[in-house]
Every structure is written in structure tokens, then in C-alpha cells.
Antibody, heavy 121, light 110 residues
Framework: QVQLVESGGGVVQPGRSLRLSCAASGFTLSRHGMHWVRQAPGKGLEWVTYMSSDGITQNYIDSVKGRFTISRDSSRNTLFLQMNSLRAEDTAVYFC??????????????WGQGTLVTVSA | QSVLTQPPSVSAAPGQKVTISCSRGSSNFGQNSVSWYQQLPGTTPKLLIYDDDKRPSGIPDRFSASSSGTSATLGIAGLQTADEADYYCGTWDSSLSAAVFGGGTKLTVL
């Protein structure tokens, strides 16, 4: 059974750092593109970052470039999101999501339960 | 502002059919297929439709979708109160290695 479990969220002051984890089970992380998607309170889904299945390609939404880093530990089948220089506008529930299928027709077929990050003084 | 534009809300009576549109903007972003997600209140998004019009196993055939190049449409027939949720379209652009979701549509079953 495919499962994604995020952890690491919490309340943090502006300018500080936080690292989110996404533990995968039921499948091998390195065989899928993996994404982080966030949802600010009362708002819609916002794609944040992506890592390709081979781990070579990463990309980020402009608002987090230079501050967030996606990585993974294949031995632990776990995805990470290192978030530095956090801002109030980063406050959101962060979901990790598995991408399945081809580049042209794929979709996010499994999502974690999300972890809440609150950036506040 | 998302390059995938959805109506903020739609509503219909139980048993009726509703459609939700997802329009690509003038950008070339996302010439790949569209997928649709249902997010019930307080829960995680769930894949409803992939590759423009395909349903994953376990998704009832009350849910359907189509795409015509610059827009995609999700249809929900035989509406139930349990269908009240936020619905999102999304697409992946492999050339940009980036993704985008529509702003979401809140479905109310009156």
C-alpha cells in the first residue's frame, strides 16, 4: 500500500529554518518524480518544488528559489524539504506528492496528509 | 495568478450534473494533459482524473472529464452531498520542470 507521511512542521520565526520529511512506503521513491505542494490557510494548491526520479533535476517556484532545497535519502526512502529564510507568506500545509505516468500524461496519484508550517514572530 | 483558470464556485442540486472548467491562459505552459483532484474539507487532495479524461480505479463513472486543447472540463453527474469539496485541475510541464494548479473550484450541492 502506497503511503506518504510528512513530518517536521511547526511554528517558526521569520528568517529561521525548518526541514520537512516525507517518509514513503509501499513503493520506491527513486522510481518516481516527487513534488512538494503547499496550501496556505483558506487558499488553493500551490506547486513548490520537484525532484526527478533520477535525482538529477530539481526545480522550484520562483518565490522559494534560493531558500528551499529538495533532497532525498534513497536508503531511507525519504524525501526532504529544507526551508531557509522563512517568511510569513510561506505559512501553509505542505504536502509531498508522488508523480506517476509519463511526462505528458502523468499525475499526482498519491499525497501525504500534510504538515503545517507556521511562520510567525 | 494561476495560468489555469477555474471558476471560484459552482453549485447544483442533488442528482443534477455540474461541470467545472479549467482554462489555460495565453502562456504555453502546460501543453501536457490535465489531471483533476478532489479535496474534501480538511482532507488531502485525491486524484480523480488523469491524462485529461481517465479515471483511476475506484473513481465512480459519475466523474468524467474532457479536454480540447486550451481548456479542460470536469463533469460530475448524479450529484451527492458527499461531493461537496474543492476541485483542482493541474498540469505538469516537462520542458520547464514545473507544475501549476488551477485556483480551485468550490462545489456546493444545494
Amino acid at each position: 500500500q502506497v503511503q506518504l507521511v510528512e513530518s517536521g512542521g511547526g511554528v517558526v520565526q521569520p528568517g529561521r529554518s525548518l526541514r520537512l520529511s516525507c517518509a514513503a512506503s509501499g513503493f520506491t521513491l527513486s522510481r518516481h518524480g516527487m513534488h512538494w505542494v503547499r496550501q496556505a490557510p483558506g487558499k488553493g494548491l500551490e506547486w513548490v518544488t520537484y525532484m526527478s526520479s533520477d535525482g538529477i533535476t530539481q526545480n522550484y517556484i520562483d518565490s522559494v528559489k534560493g531558500r528551499f532545497t529538495i533532497s532525498r535519502d534513497s536508503s531511507r526512502n525519504t524525501l526532504f524539504l529544507q526551508m531557509n529564510s522563512l517568511r510569513a507568506e510561506d505559512t501553509a500545509v505542505y504536502f509531498c506528492a508522488r508523480f506517476s505516468g509519463s511526462d505528458r500524461s502523468g499525475s499526482w496519484d498519491s499525497w501525504g496528509q500534510g504538515t503545517l508550517v507556521t511562520v510567525s514572530a | 495568478q494561476s495560468v489555469l483558470t477555474q471558476p471560484p464556485s459552482v453549485s447544483a442540486a442533488p442528482g443534477q450534473k455540474v461541470t467545472i472548467s479549467c482554462s489555460r491562459g495565453s502562456s504555453n505552459f502546460g501543453q501536457n494533459s490535465v489531471s483533476w483532484y478532489q479535496q474534501l474539507p480538511g482532507t488531502t487532495p485525491k486524484l480523480l482524473i488523469y491524462d485529461d479524461d481517465k479515471r483511476p480505479s475506484g473513481i465512480p463513472d459519475r466523474f468524467s472529464a474532457s479536454s480540447s486543447g486550451t481548456s479542460a472540463t470536469l463533469g460530475i453527474a448524479g450529484l451527492q452531498t458527499a461531493d461537496e469539496a474543492d476541485y483542482y485541475c493541474g498540469t505538469w510541464d516537462s520542458s520547464l520542470s514545473a507544475a501549476v494548479f488551477g485556483g480551485g473550484t468550490k462545489l456546493t450541492v444545494l
